[in-house]
């Protein structure tokens, strides 16, 4: 190979381009490399050295979900077919992945009532980010409006998007567990560009959804702002569409279709919007078409969208997407089909419905608040928390997250999120009741005691 | 022109004894060729693959939930048993060409082998079903990876601290402009323009407009680097960073790299490493030792994690000292007592830029890559990368494929090269997209196709390590045999491909009346 290069050695190519200053010359400071059974031996060290959600009874929500994953998911996300390929640039011979961006574009659409959806974002909170520049460039306006119900982590991500933007974030607080009507009516004016909230809301309190897209719409005489809602998939068997009550743009995450917690990724953000603002979504779109023989087929398109066309006139500087988390997306949906997300919405809501009644009931825990919860519920407890999940993880229950926290609010001491999947039975309830009630007792006992 | 290898998914080329562009050539298989359905014109009412668990608590009362707040109309989602799902998905899969299959030198995206012991390192429970808000204590494999992986490429890439959040190349690039713009406000100074070179990445200029910065294009010299003239012209107190690939888009490691960082660092800006170019000099050559304050690393490339058909991607960014006090939160640190937190209290944080901590799952697979190939490893295989570019670009010379797709820059190459099809357009009548899609034929990926922007009718080429002699071989050999025939007839390539489950698609019409979910009856 060197002679065909005409060169007498490797270092030779180096040594013609690489000025001397700049070569590292000595060994890199790592281990030397590994057999492979070795290293399996070291990842499964570091996995073993983790508590997963398949070793204790575990209530951890608050973004993430464990959901059940079907083994079929598994089985297609590994196939080389799906997993090894880059982006479809090439579609001709990328017709698998092109069609599962079309089938998953339909199933979003369907899912939140929207008639424009792309091929996924990276994940829930920076898809906000992504809806916020969409508003941006529609109307040039430069405050964002944003319920405090909206996830801690996306209003961070808002804020640190926004300050790229030259955009203001204003926050509207909740009352009584959901985004307060006449507040967020007031905080939107004509400067406003985007106004977001979250269905169900951080504190698994479904808003009224309707009340909250009209008021914003309604709120200045001329054009409104963009209504963007920050929903949770898995709710939408039977929750409200978002494109049924007056939202714009519905962003989210998608891990609880089908994906995997992975200690918080990959996973896959959703996009949807109405069609006035299709030339202005980010990233990825798979399009319909057919070839010169006149066969159906699918494309990206809309492409002069995108960052590697118009360059720093992009709608997004996103390239990649999260084909394969999408597709585990799409998948997932398609096995639970028509029936079961309905089916399946029924049962988390009567879950957390019976889990809320049953924790709520149990001295020194109270209800957050009193609104409709479908798979996530609020509490508050009588003594402090952290230490409550501490006595709890000793009997292997992990009662949920610490509110405060996430959130840092003064107004969230004492409370716990606690997420109710399909995973968790009457029983696993009934467990978790009798655990966090024999904690908050044994934690205010010695907090009198002291 | 023979067959490549009984193992390609489309061998043969296709066309033998068929006159070209009219349709006639064979069909791969049935299976491939058969009309697109999608899953939503599939199954019957009632069908189902999900069993609900049973309802083991009381029926809700309907005051629960509010009819006002209720779906009207349920999601159409297909109603398939799980055979019909099964069959769907793998038959549409067999409609992919992917890197498991065949030669894959798509430039600039690093195609190398995706080792399974990664997937299945993934797939353990302890990473897979780790909630990410499980308590630091109860995580501390995890934190304990993360903690690694962020030293490992510290030291890949001379720089001293890393943060993994961002999501991908792209999201580590905002990153990485808000973290300069971030260092400049901290200082009192408000610096509004970033340099970019016109042989940049999309990325980059979009980037930097959502970072509310202004993009200026530095010109690229007749040897293809930096041109230095015009930057010390377009380097002033304005400023924030000059963004730079190294060795850059067209494959070549720029010489004046230092003089570069002089300069830019003599205004007072930051230097900006877009790391999608790591793979040439891993153990060779450290951007922080270049001058850069800031890199991104693409885990997808350069350490292997599968690309997935379009992601999920994972884009690290590394900083020197006097950036990191603004690095995204969280970062994973280390206690005096050897355990790992993350550390989320960090005054001067640009803040998060994305929920939890980034795409473990694809930590878990370039940590795995990194531990198997150890420092020796990781400079072989760059050290490969390299030597196999310069010997495709050799071979290709020797079969006299230059004479229509000259190298566009340079004599040698780093870990890519970046060909003209220019006289091959005059002289051949054939464009650098026939050329593409004449390849499809043939068994191969195609290269990357028209980029960089300033090279005419350009053609990408990136092999990687993971390649044999004989595949490169093979390839040159197809390049050669595609040049000979467009000789004796374009039509071909014009044409092509043949042999693929579909051919070439009306683009034109897709975007003008966009099509994009399957219509419902």
């Known amino acids: 190979m060197l002679a065909a290069i005409g060169v007498s050695s490797l270092q030779e190519i180096f040594d013609r381009q690489i000025p001397e200053n700049v070569r590292l010359g000595r060994d890199l400071d790592l281990p030397p490399g590994r057999p492979e059974q070795d290293v399996y031996a070291e990842l499964a060290r570091l996995a073993e050295a983790n508590i997963s959600s398949e070793q204790e009874l575990s209530f951890l929500g608050a973004g993430m979900y464990d959901h059940y994953v079907p083994a079929l998911i598994d089985m297609l996300m590994e196939r080389s077919e799906f997993l090894t390929p880059y982006t479809p640039y090439q579609p001709e011979i990328s017709q698998g992945g092109l069609q599962v961006m079309f089938e998953y574009q339909t199933a979003i659409s369907e899912l939140t009532g929207l008639p424009v959806s792309n091929a996924s974002t990276y994940e829930g909170p920076s898809a906000v980010a992504a809806a916020a520049y969409l508003a941006k460039l529609h109307n040039g306006r430069s405050r964002i409006v944003i319920s405090a119900g909206l996830h801690p982590h996306t209003i961070q991500t808002l804020r640190t998007y926004a300050h790229g933007y030259g955009m203001d974030v204003v926050e509207v607080p909740l009352s009584g567990g959901v985004t307060d009507l006449d507040a967020w009516s007031a905080a939107v004016d004509a400067d406003t560009s985007a106004a977001i909230f979250a269905q169900p809301n951080f504190y698994g309190a479904v808003e009224d959804a309707q009340a909250l897209s009209d008021a914003a719409h309604g709120a200045v005489e001329s054009d409104g702002p963009v209504v963007i809602a920050q929903v949770d998939p898995i709710t939408l068997g039977i929750l409200q569409a978002p494109g049924e009550c007056g939202v714009d743009v519905a962003v989210g995450e998608g891990q609880s279709l089908g994906n995997r917690l992975d200690f918080g990724g990959p996973s896959f953000g959703l996009f949807a919007a109405r069609e006035e603002y299709i030339r202005r979504m980010p990233g990825r779109i798979a399009g319909e078409t057919l070839d010169v023989d006149g066969r159906r087929g699918f494309v990206l398109t809309l492409q002069t969208r995108e960052q590697h066309i118009r360059r720093e006139k992009a709608t997004s500087n996103i390239c990649t997407a999260q084909a394969l988390n999408a597709l585990g ?63 709890c993880a000793e009997q292997g229950v992990n009662p949920g997250a610490d509110l405060q926290a996430l959130t840092g609010r003064p107004e969230d001491e004492g409370g716990l999120l606690v997420a109710i999947t399909e995973r968790r039975s009457r029983e696993d309830v009934d467990r978790l009741a009798e655990t966090l009630g024999a904690a908050v007792a044994a934690e205010r006992r010695e907090a009198v005691s002291v | ?135 630091p204590e109860r995580a501390q494999g995890a934190l304990e990876l993360m903690w690694n ?239 196999n570019a310069n010997y495709l670009l050799a071979r290709l010379r020797q079969l006299g494929v230059d004479e229509h797709l000259p190298l566009a820059y340079g004599e040698l190459c780093m870990h890519e090269f970046v060909l003209s099809g220019g006289p091959m357009k005059r ?95």
């Open chain 2, 427 to 521: 002289e051949l009548k054939i464009k650098t997209l026939d050329l593409a899609k004449r390849l499809l034929d043939f068994g191969f990926h195609p290269p990357t196709v028209y980029f960089p922007l300033l090279v005419d009718e350009a053609l990408m080429v990136e092999p990687t390590e993971t390649e044999t002699k004989e595949t490169l071989d093979a390839f040159a050999e197809a390049l050669a045999a595609i040049l000979k025939e467009a000789a004796e007839d374009p039509e071909i390539a014009q044409h092509a491909p043949y042999t693929t489950p579909v051919r070439r698609l009306d683009e034109v019409t897709a975007a003008k009346n966009p099509v994009i979910r399957q219509e419902l009856v």
């Open chain 1, 329 to 391: 997306g799409v998948v997932y949906l398609t096995w639970l089909g028509r029936r079961g997300i309905v089916e399946l919405g029924e049962l988390l809501l009567a879950r957390t419905h019976y889990a809320r009644e049953t924790l709520a009931a149990l001295p020194g825990v109270h209800k957050l608040h009193e609104q409709p919860v479908v798979r996530e519920l609020a509490l508050r407890l009588d003594a402090d928390v952290a230490a409550v999940r501490r006595r």
């Open chain 2, 149 to 387: 992986l962020q030293q490992a490429l510290g030291e890949i890439s001379g720089m001293a601290h890393v943060s993994l959040q961002p999501s991908a190349g792209s999201h580590g690039e905002l990153a990485g402009v808000l973290l300069s713009r971030a260092y400049h406000e901290d200082r009192g100074e408000t610096r509004h323009k970033v340099l970019t070179p016109d042989t940049a990445h999309g990325t980059n200029p979009a980037t930097v407009t959502m970072a509310g910065l202004e993009v200026v294009k530095v010109a690229t010299n007749a040897d293809g680097g930096v041109d230095v003239e015009d930057l010390r012209a377009k380097a002033d107190s304005d400023v924030a960073c000059l963004m730079l690939t190294n060795p850059n888009t067209l494959g070549l490691f720029d010489p004046n790299i230092e003089e570069i960082a002089a300069i830019v660092h003599g205004v007072g800006a930051t230097l900006y490493y877009d790391g999608a170019n790591l793979n040439a000099v891993m153990g060779l050559s450290r951007p922080g030792d270049m001058g850069f304050d800031i890199v991104h690393f693409n885990l997808h490339k350069s350490f292997t994690q599968p690309h997935g058909g379009g992601g999920p991607g994972s884009g690290p960014i590394g900083v020197s000292d006097r950036i990191a006090p603004y690095l995204p939160v969280p970062v994973v640190a280390r206690n005096e007592d050897g355990t790992f937190f993350l550390d989320e209290e960090r005054e001067k944080t640009i803040g998060r830029l994305r929920g939890f901590h980034g795409n473990y799952g694809c930590f878990v697979r370039s940590y795995a890559y990194i531990r198997s190939l150890g420092a020796d490893g990781l400079k072989d295989a760059s050290e490969t990368a390299v030597l």
């Open chain 2, 1 to 135: 022109m023979s067959p490549i290898d009984d193992n390609h998914l489309h061998a043969d080329p296709g066309i033998e004894g068929h006159h070209p562009g009219a349709g006639s050539a064979r069909a791969p298989t049935p299976l491939q060729r058969q009309p697109a359905t999608t899953i939503f014109q599939k199954g019957a009412p009632g069908r189902r693959a999900f069993l609900c668990p049973e309802l083991d608590v009381p029926q809700v009362p309907a005051e629960a939930l509010p009819e006002r707040f209720r779906r009207a109309v349920p999601p159409r989602l297909p109603e398939v048993s799980e055979p019909e799902i099964v069959r769907h998905y793998v038959g549409i899969s067999k409609r992919n060409f992917d890197l498991d299959s065949g030669f894959y030198p798509l430039g600039s995206c690093t195609m190398k082998h995706n080792p399974r012991l990664h997937e299945r390192a993934a797939a353990l429970p302890g990473h897979a079903r780790l909630h990410p808000l499980q308590d």
